[in-house]
């Protein structure tokens, strides 16, 4: 089993649309959790850190389930530009060692 | 701040050949990685290093080595390319402690022909 699992996708929304990925780890002394995006053939970018308590940021929210071993992303009123491919991170030996996600791709449509 | 800087961007190499791949960051940062991502998947983690004079070890290691001499440079080396190799290789660089975000350098795209 992967460390961190994520549905690829592709997940295809009409604008406005609410949409929601979810990533799974193996490791349950997993001790940091992180959304990033990545746009085609460029470097990830850190979309938002996810905290125990859930946390959100505009259109973005971000959840951890420690008990089910996921984190979520939910990102409402899509808009065309949130097309990109959505990695999760996961850091489960301090600060050393992160293992991510292969992506979930998001095309958003007009 | 210029933040991560890699080159080459781009690069074709024939099998058995040598190549050191440049990362710098000029953050200040104690923590640097070295990922590769194949097409259609996630990051994997090559090498890494906690500070100056310090790496190990990451999940893919095989066939590659590096350095840490300074805070700023942490170079990947690939010694006898194979065509498993083609990749592209991210740089990314952390200040540790509180702060876990990791940035990424825009990459080296690798053919090994």
């Known amino acids: 089993r992967k460390e961190v699992e994520q549905d690829p996708g592709p997940f295809n929304v009409p604008e406005g649309a609410t949409v929601a990925f979810n990533c799974t780890y193996s490791?349950?002394?997993?001790?940091?959790f992180f959304w990033y995006r990545q746009d085609c053939r460029k470097e990830p970018k850190l979309l938002m850190s996810?905290?125990?308590s859930g946390n959100e940021d505009g259109r973005f929210t971000a959840q951890l389930n420690r008990a089910s071993q996921y984190i979520s992303l939910l990102i409402r009123d899509s808009k065309l530009s949130d097309s990109a491919t959505y990695l999760c991170a996961v850091n489960s030996r301090g600060n050393n060692d992160m293992r991510f996600g292969a992506g979930t791709r998001l095309t958003v449509k007009p | 701040n210029a933040g991560v800087t890699q080159t080459p961007k781009f690069r074709i190499l024939k099998i058995g050949q040598s190549m050191t791949l440049q990362c710098t960051q000029d953050m200040n940062h104690n923590y640097m990685y070295w990922y590769r991502q194949d097409p259609g998947m996630g990051l994997k983690l090559i090498y890494y290093?906690?500070?100056?004079?310090?790496?190990d070890k990451g999940e893919v290691p095989n066939g590659y080595n590096v350095s840490r001499s300074t805070t700023e440079d942490f170079p990947l080396r690939l010694e006898l390319a194979a065509p498993s190799q083609t990749s592209v290789y991210f740089c990314a660089s952390m200040s540790g402690g509180y702060s876990q975000t990791q940035y990424f350098g825009p990459g080296t795209r690798l053919l090994v022909l």
């Open positions: 490791n349950s002394a997993s001790q940091s």
């Open positions: 996810v905290y125990s």
């Open positions: 290093s906690v500070g100056a004079g310090i790496t």
